[in-house]
């Protein structure tokens, strides 16, 4: 059984916006903050662990605008990002920034919600 390729709108709310897609993103986001250095090595390896390649130039420049654009979110809108890591069954680690975890989390949405992510080539 092969699942088809599809890239139609309601597939992608369903997977950046239903519960366990948000919260997988969530424990993904705290892994990469937990266990990577720094934000280029967060980027390339969550997009390694999605994709299994690591990304090219072109690619991490737009990681790296999103990843700034979601800081600057939930830094002007601490409560959003504390909604948004309340999202889920499992409690989100307390020790970490909440709008660093948050801006994280839709990093971690985002590169799960890739078409190479979700189908295979």
Known sequence: VRRPRTNT????????NDV???EA?????????????DDEARLVYA??????RRPDD???DILRGQLALHRA???????????????GESAYDADLDPTELAAWTMMSNLILNLGETITRG
């Open 9 to 16: 709108p309601l597939q992608a709310l369903a997977l950046m």
């Open 20 to 22: 366990q897609f948000v």
């Open 25 to 37: 993103a969530r424990n993904l986001a705290e892994r990469l903050l937990r266990e990577q250095p």
């Open 47 to 52: 997009f390694r662990a999605a994709t299994a």
């Open 58 to 60: 072109d690619e991490l």
């Open 73 to 87: 979110t939930y830094a002007e809108d601490p409560e959003a990002a504390k909604a948004l890591l309340a999202v």
